[in-house]
C-alpha cells in the first residue's frame, strides 16, 4: 500500500522541480503544410482573370464591331436618303440627300435615317365626298344599305352649282420633286396632300351642275381638279408633282332609281336629236348634191350658148364686108350654099324659077315616081326599051 503512496509523491515532486519541455502549438503545423495551396490558387485565380479580361476583350471588340455594322444601310433605286444626327440632317443642300447604294452611319440613337421615296408614285384618296363604308366592304367590292336618306353627320358629299347632292371620291397621284420640303416642312406630308385634295373637290364640284358632271363633263371635271390641285401644290409649296387623278362620281344612292330614269330619258332624247341630225344631213347633203348639179349644168349650158353666140357674131362679123360689097351677091351666095346643105339628101328637086313680070305661075308637080324599067342582063341598064 505504500509503494503506490510514495510513488504518487515521487511523481508529483518530479511534476514540482523537474522542468519539462513544452508542447507543440496545435495550429503551427496546419500553416506551414497549406502554404503552397495558397499560392497554387492565387495563381490559377490570375490565370482565370486573365482569361476572362481576355474574353471580356474579344466581346467588347466584337460589340463594338457590331454597333458600327449596324450603321451599314443600303438606299434601294428610286429613293433617296437623308442620316438625322440628333435630329438634326447631315450636310447641305443636295449634299444631304443619299443616292441609292450602300452607305454608313452612327447606329441609334446617334444617327436616324429616314427613306424618301423621291422617284416612285405616291397615292392619297380623298373620300371627304362619299358615302359611309369600310375597308372590309371596299376589298369585297360590296357596299352597306343605302338607308331612307343621307345622313349627313355620318355620309360625306358635295354640292353642285344647281344645289344637287352628289357623291365624289378621288385617287390622286404624285411623286416627290423636292423631299427635304415635304419631309421637314410639314409634319406629314401625305396629310396634307390629302387635305388639299379634299378642298379641291369640293371646290370644283360647285362649279358643274348635277347634270354636267354625271353626263357631259367629267373630262372637264378632272381638268379643272388637276388645275386646282397644281395651284394649291405651288402656293403652299409642297414639294411634288401631280401625275394624274382617278375620279368616281355617283348620284345619292338613295334617289339612284329616279336619276336613272332620268338619264334614259336624257339618252332618249338624246338619240333623237341624233337621228334628227342625221335625217337632216342626209336630206342636205343630197339637195346640196342636186342643186350644185344643177348649178353645174346651168353653168355648162351658158358657157357653150355664150361661146355659140360668140362664134356667130364672130362669123356675121368676118361677113359682114362681103355683105356692104356686094349685097345680091352675098344673099345669092348664102341662097346657094343653104340650099346645098337642104338637098344634100334629097332625091327629087323641083326649082320654080321667079316670073320676070312678077305674075303668079302655075306649078304642076307628079309626085307619083315612073315604073323603073326592067333589065335583061348583059344590057346596058340605062337603055330602055
Keep these: 500500500m505504500s509503494e503506490p503512496h510514495d510513488h504518487d509523491h515521487d511523481h508529483g515532486h518530479s511534476h514540482d522541480h523537474i522542468p519539462l519541455k513544452p508542447a507543440p502549438s496545435p495550429i503551427a503545423e496546419p500553416i506551414a503544410a497549406t502554404a503552397p495551396q495558397d499560392e497554387s490558387a492565387s495563381q490559377a485565380l490570375s490565370d482565370a482573370l486573365s482569361s476572362s479580361f481576355a474574353i471580356v476583350k474579344v466581346v467588347m471588340v466584337i460589340l463594338v464591331v457590331v454597333f458600327f455594322a449596324r450603321g451599314i444601310f443600303t438606299v434601294p433605286s428610286q429613293q433617296k436618303a437623308i442620316i ?98 415635304h419631309e421637314f416642312n410639314f409634319v406629314k406630308g401625305s396629310n396634307v396632300v390629302q387635305q388639299v385634295l379634299d378642298g379641291a373637290l369640293f371646290h370644283t364640284s360647285s362649279l358643274f351642275t348635277v347634270d354636267q358632271l354625271l353626263t357631259t363633263d367629267k373630262v372637264a371635271f378632272q381638268e379643272k381638279l388637276l388645275a386646282n390641285m397644281r395651284n394649291n401644290v405651288e402656293q403652299k409649296k409642297l414639294g411634288i408633282v401631280i401625275e394624274q387623278a382617278e375620279i368616281r362620281i355617283i348620284p345619292p344612292r338613295q334617289v339612284k332609281p329616279a336619276f336613272d330614269l332620268a338619264f334614259g330619258a336624257d339618252i332618249e332624247r338624246r338619240k333623237a336629236l341624233e337621228d334628227a341630225r342625221s335625217y337632216a344631213g342626209r336630206i342636205l347633203s343630197t339637195a346640196s348634191g342636186e342643186a350644185n348639179s344643177i348649178t353645174n349644168a346651168a353653168r355648162t349650158d351658158f358657157t357653150r350658148l355664150v361661146q355659140a353666140v360668140a362664134a356667130e357674131a364672130r362669123y356675121f362679123q368676118d361677113q359682114l364686108p362681103y355683105y356692104k360689097a356686094d349685097p345680091g351677091l352675098f344673099a345669092a351666095r348664102l341662097q346657094t350654099e343653104m340650099l346645098g346643105r337642104a338637098m344634100t339628101n334629097v332625091q327629087d328637086k323641083w326649082i320654080s324659077p321667079q316670073s320676070k313680070d312678077g305674075k303668079q305661075r302655075e306649078l304642076r308637080i307628079q309626085l307619083s315616081r315612073e315604073p323603073k324599067v326592067p333589065t335583061v342582063p348583059g344590057q346596058d341598064s340605062n337603055v330602055s326599051k
Design 84 to 181: 438625322l444626327r440628333f435630329g438634326k440632317p447631315i450636310g447641305v443642300g443636295a449634299e444631304q440627300l443619299l443616292g441609292p447604294g450602300l452607305h454608313w452611319s452612327f447606329p441609334y440613337p446617334i444617327d436616324e435615317v429616314k427613306w424618301l421615296p423621291v422617284g416612285e408614285i405616291q397615292r392619297v384618296t380623298s373620300t371627304a365626298g362619299w358615302y359611309a363604308t369600310t375597308p372590309e366592304l371596299e376589298a369585297s367590292n360590296s357596299e352597306s344599305p343605302a338607308g331612307p336618306s343621307l345622313n349627313p353627320g355620318y355620309d360625306g358629299y358635295t354640292l353642285t352649282a344647281d344645289g344637287n347632292i352628289i357623291h365624289v371620291r378621288a385617287t390622286l397621284s404624285y411623286r416627290i420633286s423636292d423631299p427635304l420640303t
